[in-house]
Nanobody, 122 residues
Framework: VQLQASGGGLVQAGGSLRLSCAAS????????MGWFRQAPGKEREFVAA????????YYADSVKGRFTISRDNAKNMVYLQMNSLKPEDTAVYYC????????????????WGQGTLVTVSS
């Protein structure tokens, strides 16, 4: 599976962005998908994940209620809708894939996209 993240940019605090992740491969619908982020000088951290059908989602406490993960298996796409953005959300955001189940654990993912930068100004 090859992943291509997009949609990052500069936004003011309180604003919104939608990140997209395009996946190649005809078995996309069998993969759990996740979004992770890495701020400057910090470790990569879990943001959100979604299982193969879209029926189960997971969120980090820091984004719960503000971010929404979704997927469209017909288009091989995963999305991260980010609302009420805060300066502390500034990071490079990565999408990732793993077979079967979604996970909140970074090391359980097999495939990674290249990342897209989100900058939230105060």
């Amino acid at each position: 599976v090859q992943l291509q993240a997009s949609g990052g940019g500069l936004v003011q605090a309180g604003g919104s962005l939608r990140l997209s992740c395009a996946a190649s491969g005809h078995t996309f619908s069998s993969y759990g998908m996740g979004w992770f982020r890495q701020a400057p000088g910090k470790e990569r951290e879990f943001v959100a994940a979604i299982n193969w059908s879209g029926g189960t989602t997971y969120y980090a406490d820091s984004v719960k209620g503000r971010f929404t993960i979704s997927r469209d298996n017909a288009k091989n796409m995963v999305y991260l809708q980010m609302n009420s953005l805060k300066p502390e959300d500034t990071a490079v955001y990565y999408c990732a894939a793993r077979r079967v189940a979604a996970s909140t654990r970074l090391y359980e993912y097999d495939y990674w996209g290249q990342g897209t930068l989100v900058t939230v100004s105060s």
